[in-house]
C-alpha cells in the first residue's frame, strides 16, 4: 500500500529521513535505504538540511525509485526560483515521484557555503498554492500544461510553539486551504508536551506525522534543549540517557518508545531521522 494510500485509509505510516551523500558515493545511502526496504512506507530525502551542500533531493529521490522504493521529494524555497520550482516539480511528477514536502530553507548563513545567495522567490505556502495549480493543470502564469501532475503534499508544522498557538493555528488553516494532506513537526521528545499544542486543534481534519530524532549522546541532548527553542526536552530524558550502563542502546530504547508512544496516540505516522544512526534503523523499525 502506498504512503498516500495509508493517508487516506487512517492507517499508521512510517517514514524514515534519509540524507543524501555530499558526493557522488551514493553506496551508503542506497545501501542504508534497500536495508530498510519493506519496512517503511517512504524515504523523505531532504534538500540540502541546514543549507550545507549535499546532492540534490530530487536526484536522491530518483536514486532511491531505481531500486523500488517510494520517496518524499523535498521542495525548497530557498535555493530556486518559481521558474525553477515548477520544473523540478513537474521533471518529478514524469519520473513517478508523487509525494512531495514544501519546505522554507535554512538560511545559508547556518550552512557551509556563506556567501551563497537565497532566493526566497515564493514562501511555503505560496510554494504549496503552485502545486495545487500545478495539479489544476496550469503553471503559475496561467498557461495550460501538457498534462497535469498529481502530488500527495506536505508542510511542516511547529508543534513547539506554545507560546504561539494561534499565530500557528492560522498557518495551519491557510496551508489546509493550500492543499496540504499531512504535516511534519519538529523532534519529538516528551508526547505530553505535543499533546498540549494538538488540543488546540480543534475539529480541523490534520494528518500529523511528528519526527523522532535519533539521540547519540548526553552532549547532543544537552545542546538540543539549549539552543532548540521550540523543541521540549525533557530533564528526565537527559538524566535517563547519562545513567544508563549502555547508552547507545538507551537512546535506541528511547526512540523505539516515542514511536510506539506516537502510534498508540493516534497520530497519522513517524518519521525518523537517524542523523548518522542508519544502521541501527532495521534494529528500530524490528522492534
Known amino acids: 500500500m502506498s504512503f498516500a494510500q495509508k493517508l487516506a485509509d487512517g492507517q499508521f505510516a512510517t517514514l524514515v529521513e534519509l540524507e543524501p551523500p555530499k558526493g557522488v558515493e551514493v553506496g551508503a545511502f542506497v545501501g542504508h535505504a534497500q536495508r530498510i526496504k519493506g519496512k517503511v512506507d517512504a524515504v523523505v530525502v531532504p534538500e540540502m538540511a541546514n543549507a550545507v551542500m549535499k546532492l540534490s533531493s530530487l536526484g536522491g529521490c530518483m ?100 507560546g504561539t498557538v494561534q499565530q500557528e493555528l492560522a498557518e495551519l488553516d491557510k496551508k489546509l486551504a493550500a492543499g496540504a494532506q499531512y504535516f511534519l513537526t519538529p523532534p519529538v521528545f516528551d508526547l505530553d508536551s505535543l499533546a498540549a499544542f494538538t488540543k488546540h486543534l480543534g475539529d480541523r481534519e490534520v494528518k500529523l506525522i511528528p519526527n523522532v530524532l535519533l539521540l547519540k549522546s548526553v552532549g547532543m541532548a544537552r545542546a538540543i534543549g539549549r539552543h532548540l527553542k521550540h523543541v521540549h526536552m525533557p530533564d528526565s530524558l537527559i538524566g535517563r540517557v547519562k545513567d544508563a550502563p549502555d547508552r547507545v542502546r538507551e537512546c535506541v530504547l528511547i526512540a523505539q518508545e516515542l514511536i510506539a508512544g506516537i502510534k498508540a496516540a493516534g497520530y497519522s505516522g513517524v518519521m525518523i531521522s537517524p542523523l548518522g544512526w542508519e544502521d541501527r534503523l532495521p534494529q528500530i523499525l524490528g522492534a
Open 63 to 162: 536514486l532511491l525509485a531505481g531500486k523500488g522504493l517510494e520517496t518524499v521529494l523535498q521542495v525548497c524555497c530557498r535555493d530556486r526560483n518559481r521558474l525553477a520550482l515548477q520544473a523540478d516539480l513537474l521533471a518529478a511528477a514524469s519520473l513517478g515521484i508523487t509525494n512531495v514536502m514544501a519546505v522554507e530553507g535554512e538560511a545559508p548563513s547556518y550552512g557551509d557555503h556563506h556567501k551563497a545567495r537565497a532566493v526566497y522567490d515564493l514562501d511555503e505556502l505560496e510554494l504549496m498554492q503552485v502545486i495545487a495549480k500545478l495539479c489544476a493543470g496550469k503553471d503559475m502564469a496561467g498557461v495550460e500544461l501538457e498534462g497535469a501532475p498529481s502530488f500527495t503534499v506536505g508542510a511542516t508544522l511547529n508543534t513547539g510553539a506554545l
